[in-house]
């Protein structure tokens, strides 16, 4: 066997082992009306990552504004609440992709953790999404703890 054919092996067993490893927690769609309302002189950020194959072995940390808020978990989302202010995201094996934006008292914001193929490797990176297109996709996803 090549070893171009050998990689492509050791790959596809690493992501059907992988995708045994389903994520837990309520969805959003069940959880959602139970969510806490954010305080009036506070603002949410949610994070959310789509449960695709792709890249799923690869789940660096989020950053925010330098403190590390959780991990990029494929099929999974969670929200921190923060004061208003201006804010930057990015995730620790991207350090050039930053999302940038301000929270106001009672706002909401949604972080996209997007997969993409770099020269080597999959790289996840953040995307500020609208709060519609955001809880569409956030439906299915399960709440990590």
Do not use: W
């Not at 067993?13 to 769609?29: D, H, R």
């Not at 709060?131 to 709440?143: G, I, T």
Request: a positive charge; hydrophobic letters at 40%.
């Amino acid at each position: 066997m090549n070893r171009h054919a050998m990689m492509l092996v050791v790959y596809l067993t690493a992501l059907f082992l992988l995708s045994g490893c389903a994520v837990e927690g309520s969805k959003y769609s069940e959880l959602r009306p139970s969510i806490t309302p954010v305080q009036p002189d506070m603002g949410r950020i949610y994070f959310y990552r789509l449960a695709e194959a792709v890249g799923s072995p690869f789940q660096p940390s989020v950053i925010l504004n330098g403190e590390e808020v959780g991990k990029s978990t494929p099929g999974g989302f969670y929200y921190v609440d923060r004061r208003p202010g201006s804010y930057k995201v990015y995730l620790s094996n991207e350090k050039e992709k930053i999302v940038e934006f301000s929270l106001e008292p009672g706002q909401a914001r949604y972080i996209r953790l997007s997969v993409a193929l770099a020269a080597v490797t999959y790289r996840v990176y953040p995307e500020l999404v609208a709060k519609d297109f955001a809880e569409s996709e956030m439906r299915s996803l399960h709440h990590l703890k």
